[in-house]
């Protein structure tokens, strides 16, 4: 079964610095999915990138990217030029196989962002 | 325009309680979905209905009823409540079951029982 774990409950920030999130995941798989969520304290959960396990280049949309390393089973966010608006609980997902949509959380990490 | 709706927002009732959550979507997607964020945050799916048909139930007790009269909504009804079952419930949509579907979320349900 595949697992997903983010090793870092909390994490600070000062505002317009680089902050980086690790993940990391279990599977036996080739071809698969991984998604970075965010949830900021109005509780929406809002989908912030995604990275195809087949493409080698690393997910960019504008201040977030990925370092994706498939042979560590590593997928970390990077957040450039932090915003105050990026406070909140950032998780890790893992497309689980078998045609279920059934996504695999990490436990989040929450991120404070510092003016 | 909100993409997928929960109503109510807050639910708090006693236990014993039955309660219902509905979830409607007006993104034309053929997939739902019911997640449970515990107290400490972790995000469980719960069930994932494809056209109107259940797909996954994670070994969600028998007093978890999900109801889909159409592809736009999805309604869980809560029999007999008990304190455990205190959580926020999210509703979320997607195109279609392949993994590689963007889900979109709703707002969340946060149901506090007494």
């Known amino acids: 079964a595949q697992t997903v774990t983010q090793s870092q409950p909390e994490m600070s920030v000062q505002e317009a610095e680089t902050v980086t999130l690790s993940c990391t995941y279990d599977t036996s798989e080739n071809n698969y999915y991984l998604f970075w969520y965010k949830q900021p304290p109005s509780r929406q959960m809002i989908l912030v990138i995604r990275?195809?396990?087949?493409?080698?280049q690393n997910a960019t949309e504008n201040r977030f990217s990925v370092n994706f390393q498939k042979a560590a089973k590593s997928f970390s966010l990077k957040i450039s030029d932090s915003q105050l608006g990026d406070t909140a609980m950032y998780f890790c997902?893992?497309?689980?196989?078998?045609?279920?949509?059934?996504?695999?959380f990490g436990q989040g990490t929450t991120l404070q962002v510092k003016p | 325009d909100t993409a997928v709706s929960q109503t109510p927002k807050y639910l708090v009732t006693q236990m014993g309680n039955d309660k219902s959550i509905k979830c409607e979507q007006n993104?034309?997607?053929?997939?739902m979905y019911w997640y449970k964020q515990d107290s400490k945050k972790f995000l469980k799916i719960m069930f994932s209905?494809?056209?109107?048909?259940?797909?996954i139930n994670e070994t969600v007790p028998n007093r978890f009823s999900p109801k889909s009269p159409d592809k736009a909504h999805l309604n869980l009804h809560i029999n007999s409540l008990e304190l455990g079952d205190s959580a926020v419930y999210f509703c979320?949509?997607?195109?279609?079951?392949?993994?590689?579907?963007?889900?979109?979320f709703g707002p969340g349900t946060r149901l506090l029982v007494l």
């Open positions: 990275q195809e396990a087949y493409k080698q």
């Open positions: 997902a893992f497309g689980d196989s078998g045609n279920t949509g059934k996504l695999i």
């Open positions: 979320a949509s997607s195109q279609d079951l392949h993994r590689a579907e963007t889900q979109y």
């Open positions: 209905y494809n056209n109107k048909e259940l797909i």
């Open positions: 993104l034309g997607h053929d997939t």
